[in-house]
Nanobody
Framework: QVQVVEPGGGLVQPGWSLRLSCAVS????????MGWYRQVPRKGRELVAV???????AYGVYVKGRFTISADFAINKIYLQMNNLEPEDTAVYLC?????????WGQGTQVTVST
């Protein structure tokens, strides 16, 4: 069984930085892609960043240039470095891990950017 665990998150001020991590456990998991999505009430779920097994990355339009995703493929763990955070980045951040059996989601972690 695949489990997705995403500690981190918290309350930060505008302009600050924060790093999220996400780890996948489960011997059946074969890394295909992992990434972050975020959910805001009444706005749905949007892509933040994704990294694929070949190291290629993609970013949501609202975070490009401020956020960086990286991965340690050996331990199925990814990181999201978020810089210059804005109040509009406030959301529940959900980690997604895709293998050849399908999608696996974490519980989500709250990130709040506020003074």
């Amino acid at each position: 069984q695949v489990q997705v665990v995403e500690p981190g998150g918290g309350l930060v001020q505008p302009g600050w930085s924060l790093r999220l991590s996400c780890a996948v456990s489960g011997s059946t998991f074969t890394f295909r892609s992992m990434g972050w999505y975020r959910q805001v009430p009444r706005k749905g779920r949007e892509l933040v960043a994704v990294i694929r097994f070949d190291g290629s990355t993609a970013y949501g339009v609202y975070v490009k240039g401020r956020f960086t995703i990286s991965a340690d493929f050996a331990i199925n763990k990814i990181y999201l470095q978020m810089n210059n955070l804005e109040p509009e980045d406030t959301a529940v951040y959900l980690c997604n891990a895709e293998d050849y059996d399908g999608q696996n989601w974490g519980q989500g972690t709250q990130v709040t950017v506020s003074t």
